[in-house]
């Protein structure tokens, strides 16, 4: 059993700053890629940003310049740290993994739960 657990959601004033986590465990092999996405009330889910392995990163266009992804593998843990928080990025943030629990190399994509962040005006 696999499980992604995010923390470090909540509520900050727009120019703030937050840091989510998310630690992989359960019965893994390997982990490839990692990412944040997030869902705002009544639109689509949407990448926030994405790490592979070896560290290269890929970001929103509309939170370039404000937010940082990072991991630690030997943790399993993937970070977002967000500065200059705005209004607009209030929504649920979700962690994602893709990695393979035995060594045949079978890669699946599971998801956290989720962590609110609101981002007051």
């Known amino acids: 059993q696999v499980q992604l657990v995010e923390s470090g959601g909540g509520l900050v004033q727009a120019g703030g700053s937050l840091r989510l986590s998310c630690t992989a465990s359960?019965?893994?092999?390997?982990?490839?890629?990692m990412g944040w996405y997030r869902q705002a009330p009544r639109k689509q889910r949407e990448l926030v940003a994405t790490?592979?392995?070896?560290?290269?990163?890929n970001y929103a266009d509309s939170v370039k310049g404000r937010f940082t992804i990072s991991r630690d593998n030997a943790k399993m843990t993937v970070y977002l740290q967000m500065n200059s928080l705005k209004p607009e990025d209030t929504a649920v943030y979700y962690c994602?993994?893709?990695?393979?629990?035995?060594?045949?190399?079978?890669?699946?994509?599971?998801w956290g739960q989720g962590t609110q962040v609101t981002v007051s005006s």
């Open positions: 790490i592979t392995s070896g560290g290269s990163t």
């Open positions: 994602n993994a893709h990695l393979s629990t035995d060594s045949r190399g079978a890669v699946f994509r599971y």
């Open positions: 359960g019965s893994i092999f390997s982990i490839n890629a």
